[in-house]
C-alpha cells in the first residue's frame, strides 16, 4: 500500500500522537508498505515561539498554510492512496481527502465530551468549545474510522454524529514488553533507578496531571485505607507533583501512612515497580483505553480500577472495581468503599491472589502490538477495497444508456 500518515505538528510538543505516528510508520514500512509523514512545519509559529500569540500562529501554519500545501502534494500522489489520521483531533484536515480512500484513528473523544457540556469535572471555555465543534465538522466528513475501545467508538458515534460506512475496534498492543520480573531483579532495578525499595512493599498508581486521572480520589482513598492500618504499605504515585487540592489531602494522611512521588520513570522501572506493588490503584473518571491497565496486569500486578468504561472493558473479570466517582457524590463515602475493595485485594488468600494474577497475564495477551498492527492493515485494504467498488459503480452510473 501507498499510505500518507497525517500526524500533530511537533512544535504542539505532544507526546503520545507524533510516537503513535512513528509507531505506525516503522511498522507499516516493516512490512513492506509505502509511507509518508505529513504534518504542518513551524513558518508562522518559528517567529512567534513564546507568547500569548503563538497558539495562533500555530493555528496559522496548521490550518492555512499546511492545508495549502496538501493540495499541491495531492496532485502528485497515487491514485490508490490511502490518507491515513493518526488522530480524531486532525478533523480540520479531513475535508482535503473526503472523496479519497481515508481512515481515522479515533483515540479519545474527551474534549469533545467536555466541550458539549456532557463532563461537568471538566469545564471548557467558549474557545474550546468552538474549538472541539470545529474539529467536529471536519472528522464528520470521515466515512471510515478506526475506535481503540467500544467505548471510545460508542462516543464517537453519539458524540461526534458521525454516519461512517465503517466503524472498527482495534485494541491497542503494548508497546512495551512487560512481563513479571523475579523480585530480586525488579528489586535490583528499582535501587539502580533511586528508588526508596522497602522490603515490605507498596502500592502504586501512576498517571499524569490531567483531571480525568483523579489523583485526589487516589490519595483520599488511600488517606483511608491508612487509617486502619497500624502499618500501611506506602503508595507510589508515578505521577507529577501534587497540586494544591491534592497537597491539602495530604494534611489529613496519618502518620503511619506515606505518599511518595516521582517522575522520569523509564519503562524498566515502571515494569519492576508494577511487578513488586501489592495493587495497582487506577480510579479514573475517564479514558479513551487505559494502557497502566494492561500494562499492570501483564506484569503481574493486580489491578483496582473504576467500574465505567472503558476501564472495565480493558481490565477484564481479572481486575476489581470501585464505583465511578461523580461530581454530585461524597467523596470520602466513595473513598471509604475503595479502601474496602483494596483491602480485599491485601487480604486475598494466596491461591486466589495467583489465579487472579494468572487471569490477568493472559488477558493483558491479548493486547499485542503486532496484533493491533494487522488489525488496522485489515481496515485499510477493506477501505482502499470499497473506495475501488465504490468508484467503479459511479463511473458505471455515469455511463449514458445508449453507450451501455
Not at 512490512?31 to 495562533?56: F, N
Not at 485526589?216 to 497500624?230: Q, S
Not at 519492576?272 to 483505553?289: M, V, W
Request: net charge positive; proline share 7%.
Amino acid at each position: 500500500m501507498n499510505i500518507v500518515l497525517f500526524s500533530h505538528p511537533a512544535f504542539m510538543n505532544s507526546q503520545s500522537m507524533p510516537r503513535f505516528a512513528r509507531m505506525l510508520e516503522e511498522a507499516y514500512r516493516a512490512r513492506g508498505h509505502q509511507v509518508e509523514v505529513w504534518s504542518p512545519q513551524a513558518k508562522m509559529y518559528a517567529l512567534l515561539p513564546k507568547g500569548r500569540l503563538s497558539k495562533w500562529a500555530g493555528y496559522i501554519d496548521q490550518y492555512i498554510i499546511f492545508p495549502l500545501w496538501v493540495r499541491k502534494q495531492l496532485k502528485m500522489q497515487p491514485a490508490n492512496t490511502l490518507y491515513v489520521f493518526c488522530d480524531q483531533a486532525l478533523g480540520p484536515w479531513v475535508p482535503l481527502v473526503k472523496n479519497k480512500p481515508h481512515v481515522v484513528h479515533v483515540h479519545d473523544l474527551l474534549a469533545l465530551r467536555s466541550a458539549l457540556g456532557d463532563i461537568p469535572e471538566n469545564p471548557t471555555q467558549w474557545s474550546g468549545r468552538v474549538y472541539q465543534r470545529y474539529i467536529r465538522q471536519g472528522f464528520q466528513q470521515a466515512k471510515h474510522f478506526i475506535s481503540i475501545s467500544k467505548k471510545t467508538r460508542d462516543d464517537l458515534h453519539h458524540f461526534g454524529e458521525v454516519t461512517p460506512v465503517t466503524s472498527e475496534v482495534v485494541y491497542n498492543g503494548l508497546n512495551y514488553p512487560y512481563v513479571p520480573m523475579l523480585q530480586s531483579d525488579a528489586i535490583a532495578v528499582l535501587k539502580q533507578a533511586g528508588l526508596p525499595v522497602k522490603p515490605e512493599g507498596m502500592l502504586l498508581h501512576l498517571g499524569g496531571s490531567q483531571w480525568y486521572k483523579n489523583l485526589a480520589g487516589v490519595v483520599r482513598l488511600y488517606i483511608e485505607y491508612a487509617k486502619g492500618e497500624t502499618k500501611p504499605l506506602p503508595l507510589w504515585c508515578i505521577s507529577p507533583s501534587p497540586n494544591t487540592k491534592v497537597q491539602a489531602l495530604l494534611k489529613e494522611l496519618p502518620a503511619q501512612g506515606q505518599v511518595l512521588f516521582f517522575q522520569g520513570i523509564d519503562n524498566q522501572a515502571l515494569q519492576a515497580a508494577y511487578s513488586t506493588a501489592h495493587a495497582f490503584i487506577f480510579p479514573s473518571l475517564a479514558e479513551g483505553f487505559g494502557w497502566p491497565i494492561i500494562e499492570a496486569q501483564a506484569s503481574g500486578c493486580l489491578v483496582l480500577t473504576t467500574d465505567a468504561a472503558p476501564m472495565n472493558e480493558i481490565g477484564g473479570s481479572s481486575a476489581s472495581y470501585i464505583p465511578l466517582l461523580r461530581l454530585t457524590d461524597d467523596p470520602d463515602a466513595w473513598a471509604l468503599k475503595g479502601s474496602n475493595a483494596l483491602k480485599l485485594i491485601l487480604n486475598m488468600p494466596e491461591m486466589q491472589r495467583i489465579t487472579l494474577v494468572e487471569q490477568g497475564l493472559a488477558h493483558a495477551a491479548k493486547f499485542n502490538a503486532d496484533d493491533a498492527i494487522e488489525g488496522y492493515l485489515k481496515t485499510y485494504q477493506q477501505v482502499l477495497s470499497y473506495t475501488h467498488t465504490a468508484q467503479i459503480l459511479n463511473n458505471d452510473t455515469l455511463i449514458p444508456r445508449k453507450a451501455r
